[in-house]
């Protein structure tokens, strides 16, 4: 419906840009909204917002990429549009968060610094990535904490 989908976005922008962004509908309409959102972070509150869409699928899970396999429970991560223009099936993981790390490093592999990825790209070695041969497995692409107080 195009009215909750304006509504979606509205709530999207004011968590991202706050409530000065441009939205569809009058700011007075988003209190309650407005004070849920403040104890997410913005990751976590568009994942809210995807669970209340009608679009959503079960099985999906917050992070992009990522699935949950549909016979054994556990989490998949998929890359779309790398090997000829096909997905590319990186594997099962035991949580969602080990199978979003497996599509960022993909999506850096395949796409570069304009990688779009789950987490922050600072928290990967992208010249290692990129370097790489191979997928490397989350372990080996993280940058070490050293390098991140750094």
């Known amino acids: 419906m195009e009215e909750k989908a304006a509504r979606a976005y509205d709530q999207a922008a004011l968590k991202y840009w706050g409530p000065s962004t441009h939205i569809n509908f009058p700011l007075e309409d988003y ?18 917002l995807r669970r209340k869409s ?4 079960r ?15 556990r989490w998949q991560a998929r890359i779309g549009r790398v ?12 949580t969602q968060e080990e199978a979003a790390e497996a599509y960022d490093i993909a ?16 928290r990967y070695d992208v ?8 997928l490397l497995p989350g372990e ?3 940058r070490n904490k050293d390098d991140n107080a750094a």
Do not use: C, P, W
């Open 31 to 48: 209190q309650q909204e407005l004070e849920e959102m403040k104890n997410m972070t913005r990751q976590e509150y568009v994942a809210h």
């Open 54 to 57: 009608s679009g959503f699928s």
């Open 59 to 73: 099985g999906a899970s917050m992070y992009r990429g990522v699935t949950r396999h549909h016979q054994h429970g």
């Open 83 to 94: 090997s000829g223009n096909k997905d590319l099936y990186l594997g099962t993981f035991g």
């Open 107 to 122: 999506a850096i592999k395949f796409r570069g610094l304009n990688a779009v990825t789950n987490f922050d790209i600072t």
């Open 127 to 134: 010249d290692k990535i990129m370097a790489s041969n191979t």
């Open 140 to 142: 080996h692409a993280r």
